[in-house]
């Protein structure tokens, strides 16, 4: 229950383990403050206060000095305003204090005088009346406010709110500093992943990030290497391959049996264009292109191309929002898509949008379709499946396979789904 409300990112959590301990030891030092200390002075200024009021009812009781003598010299050496008043006082209702500063005030009161009483707060003077009835007469007694409390709590208040603050933005920003790095190395990570460049990624950071940086690096190259290795061996082979396939077709020439002839040049244009593909799968992470387009424009440019002019295909615009993609790249995608498309499909409906920095292109075909369990495969290199699209003779099983690779490198996304012509529904998503 409580992972629900903690902070999910590294920051938060950092900022968490460094506040908590500061609430915590603030609260133990207000509840000590309040408890111990301010309760202490409170009730210390009380009594003084409650002292002085009782020793001023014993002069008044027995009549050792005259009103004015209590009221000018008695009141003015206490620093107490001191009057007799005449008018009728109900000393039965006595309101409960609600602060701490008149609870205190009451309590010593209570024990100091026998005579009834009653405490009423002076706003405006700041200040508070103490109206005590003795024998036949009255007596107000006025207290300023300051002799019965003290402002060094509010000091102390805002001295522990204030370091508490300078400490925590103190505390923000060398965490934010030292998260900046991590932040940085895990972008580079999701770039490589995709295969895009990492640009200039310098090391820094603490010790321990710098390590994670270093050996980061290090694989990063180390991939890179293998790759590379990768794809000149398989261009390697690949144009071995075509040379001994150029000596075939020539020497097919000299065939006379015409079947045997078209048979065997079918089968070195197979090949022919296996190795086309080999080699454009080994030159895929070698894409490189920097100009961009209109993602709306290109499609229509790719539907109005000769290859698919006479094609049934609809273009349906939903949103057109102005955004770019990598040409080269959207072009070879959306083209390889569509190729595997009108192959296998008679109608082909596409429907294309850009919004919220978003590009998304839907392409529904009336075809066989796939099935659930296939379309987690047809992204595999090399992998061919039965009854389905790919069934034709010149496929190698690398073109959805080049195609995601593609938009990996670009932000983007390709998924498959169940269309409603009753074929095969195409989503490519590319994040601007």
């Known amino acids: 229950m409580i992972k629900k409300f903690l902070p999910t990112n590294l920051l938060g959590r950092a900022m968490l383990i460094v506040i908590f301990p500061i609430l915590t030891f603030q609260i133990i030092m207000l509840t000590y ?22 020793m001023i009812v014993d002069q008044v009781e027995q009549k050792n000095l005259t009103e004015n003598e209590i009221k000018n010299d008695l009141g003015k050496t206490l620093g107490l305003q001191i009057s007799f008043i005449e008018e009728e006082i109900d000393f039965n209702n006595q309101l409960e204090p609600l602060n701490l500063v008149f609870k205190n005030l009451n309590k010593e009161l209570r024990y100091k005088i026998k005579y009834p009483y009653v405490i009423e707060p002076d706003k405006s003077n700041k200040s508070i009346n103490i109206l005590v009835s003795i024998k036949d007469q009255i007596i107000k007694i006025g ?56 640009g200039d990624f310098k090391t820094s950071g603490a010790s321990e990030v710098r390590l994670a940086s270093t050996e980061f690096l290090k694989m990063k190259n180390r991939i890179t290497r293998q790759i590379e290795q990768r794809s000149l061996m398989l ?26 002839k078209k048979s065997l040049n079918d089968e070195i244009k197979h ?50 929002e102005e955004s770019y993609v990598n040409e080269n790249i959207f072009v070879r995608c959306i083209t390889n898509v569509l190729n595997n498309a009108v192959e296998n499909a008679t109608k082909i409906e596409i429907k294309a949008e850009a919004v919220n920095n978003v590009v998304r292109i839907n392409i529904h075909d009336n075809g066989l379709g796939i099935s659930d369990e296939e379309k987690r495969n047809v992204f595999k290199p090399f992998y061919r499946i039965d009854k389905s699209r790919n069934q034709n003779i010149n496929n190698s099983g690398l073109g959805l396979a080049i195609t995601k690779s593609l938009l990996n490198s670009i932000n983007g996304k390709i998924t498959l789904h169940d269309s409603f012509l009753g074929g095969l529904e195409v989503v490519i998503e590319i994040q601007n």
């Open 33 to 54: 403050y309040f408890n111990s200390l301010w309760e202490r002075t409170l009730s210390r200024l009380a009594r003084s206060v409650a002292a002085e009021v009782n």
């Open 143 to 198: 207290i300023l406010e300051d002799r019965i409390t003290t402002s060094r709590n509010h000091v102390f208040l805002g001295w522990l709110l204030i370091s508490s603050s300078i400490l925590i933005i103190i505390s923000f920003l060398f965490l934010r500093n030292q998260i900046r790095p991590i932040k940085k190395l895990a972008k580079a990570a999701e770039k490589f992943g995709k295969g895009q460049d990492i």
């Open 235 to 260: 261009a390697g082979v690949s144009h071995d391959l075509k040379t001994p396939l150029t000596r075939m077709r020539l020497q097919s020439e000299s065939i006379k049996d015409e079947k045997i």
């Open 271 to 320: 090949m022919n264009e296996m190795l086309a593909e080999y080699l454009d799968f080994a030159a895929n992470q070698e894409v490189d292109s920097k100009n961009i387009v209109n993602p709306i424009e290109a499609l229509i440019k790719i539907k109005n191309d000769l290859h698919f002019k006479d094609k049934d295909i609809e273009l349906e615009i939903i949103n057109d």
